[in-house]
């Protein structure tokens, strides 16, 4: 349901936003979400498979030679990381680094979406808030999301790579085909 819009059922809200601001009321901010997805998605899967492989990598190195030591006096303590998750890990960090650079993206779709009469194009939204609260306002909310963003990405990360990791050995095969990808990651996005 849209945010500020008076009714309490989808088809109301529908009806609501067309009278209050025509078919183009329906779209509202969909310009800045359209250009939030691209550089989003291009972080989150970049950074997961470079942490991914960087934590693969230091697993192995680790397992062949003696993990790193710190010694405290008498207390000698060693760090092993065979037991975090490489595909965990990489999930965590993509949903991270994605939100903090593309968050100021998600408080303009936001702006250009609920508050049209405020808000009514790009330029006037960057103008508004940088001026009503300089680059932090930009960031406004970063704390929930990132909360909310953790787990999702962790989540949905781990699932892609395990289901997409199954399904090729199960079907004798080294790599997804572009649909098998595509049905998986949706099917990963839908559930998580």
């Known amino acids: 349901m849209v945010v500020g819009v008076g009714s309490k ?7 609501e936003v067309i009278e209050q601001q025509g078919w183009q009321g329906l779209w509202a901010g969909n310009g800045i979400n359209m250009l939030r997805i691209i550089p989003t998605q291009a972080i989150e899967l970049g950074t997961f498979e470079c ?6 990598s ?9 993990c790193p030591m710190v010694q405290l006096g008498p207390l000698r303590l060693s760090f092993s990381l065979s037991w975090i998750s490489p595909v965990a890990v990489g999930g965590a960090a993509a949903g991270i680094l994605s939100t903090l650079a593309c968050h100021p993206l998600e408080v303009l779709k936001d702006r250009l979406t609920v508050s049209r009469d405020i808000y009514p ?3 006037i939204a960057i103008s508004k808030i940088y001026k009503d609260g300089g680059i932090g306002a930009f960031y406004a909310g970063i704390s929930p999301t990132l909360i909310g963003m953790l787990p999702y990405s962790t989540c949905y990360y781990f699932m892609y790579d395990t289901m997409k990791t199954s ?10 085909s572009r649909p098998e990808m595509l049905l998986i990651g949706a099917f990963c996005r839908f559930y998580c």
Do not use: D, P
């Open 58 to 66: 230091a697993q192995e190195k680790w397992s062949q030679s003696e």
């Open 167 to 176: 399904y090729c050995k199960g079907k004798n095969k080294k790599s997804l």
């Open 51 to 56: 942490v991914k492989r960087a934590m693969t």
């Open 121 to 123: 194009t790009l330029s």
């Open 9 to 15: 059922n989808i088809s109301g809200s529908f009806l």
